[in-house]
């Protein structure tokens, strides 16, 4: 009697290999079977993108210098620092920026307690509930987004997008920027294999969902940070307006 079967990967016997940039193999240079170790040699690519991709490393070297003067209160770190740190990360960056004060909070537990916190003190919220500055007294913190626009014409409006994926594939223990000279982005790592990728930045009111490219484009710089990623899997997605001046500084009355 014959019986359906189904042939599989063995995943506990199987690393998946990926290049840094598209191509075609021209020369396998490891034969089936043979023992290999990290950074030995498996096959030659020949790529249309190798140029691009050497452009865009001195791009990001200069944009790392110049954000590096910029800033203060970090560590700079050589490729051994970063392994140490983050040993999903070994081998595969030169240098970075190591600031240790720095963290991330999930905003959705953070609203939640923040409110518990204000009831504790005696405060009071109203959901549902329009108001704007003039009636209330004391002191006022307007955070009534693109609504304050009664107040200060000069709001403009500035669209993020994030993608929210899961795998095993990668661990990451601490928030990472990667300065990509084309897709800028950040990797916040949440519990159970869950990774936060974002922001696009676009000058924009539109609130609707994220764009195709902007998707590719979060995934691509995604996939540069860690090739791991490959295999993620897409929860969901985010996007939210945030109010900005021109002077990109919050404004007090």
Request: proline content about 6%.
């Amino acid at each position: 009697t014959a019986v359906p079967g189904h042939l599989a990967w063995n995943e506990d016997a199987t690393a998946r290999v990926f290049a840094p940039f598209a191509g075609r193999v021209v020369r396998l240079v490891a034969d089936a079977g043979a023992r290999v170790h990290a950074g030995d040699t498996l096959a030659l690519i020949s790529s249309a993108e190798f140029g691009q991709a050497e452009a865009d490393a001195r791009r990001a070297r200069a944009d790392f210098d110049r954000f590096a003067k910029l800033t203060s209160d970090y560590e700079r770190l050589d490729g051994d620092g970063i392994a140490k740190l983050e040993p999903s990360l070994d081998g595969r960056f030169k240098g970075a920026l190591f600031f240790a004060g720095e963290g991330h909070v999930e905003p959705r537990l953070v609203l939640a307690r923040l409110h518990e916190r204000l009831i504790e003190a005696g405060g009071t919220i109203h959901f549902e509930s329009e108001r704007t500055p003039e009636d209330l007294g004391g002191l006022v913190i307007d955070c009534r987004g693109l609504a304050a626009r009664d107040k200060a014409p000069e709001l403009r409006g500035v669209k993020g997008e994030m993608v929210v994926i899961k795998t095993a594939e990668v661990t990451l223990s601490r928030p990472v920027r990667l300065m990509h000279p084309r897709w800028p982005l950040y990797v916040i790592p949440r519990p159970d294999g869950v990774f936060g990728i974002g922001a696009s930045s676009i000058e924009s009111d539109d609130g609707s969902e994220i764009s195709l490219r902007s998707t590719l484009e979060l995934l691509s710089a995604a996939y540069a940070l860690h090739a791991g990623f490959a295999e993620a899997r897409i929860l969901h997605t985010k996007v939210g307006l945030r109010p900005a001046l021109p002077s990109h500084r919050p404004e007090i009355e």
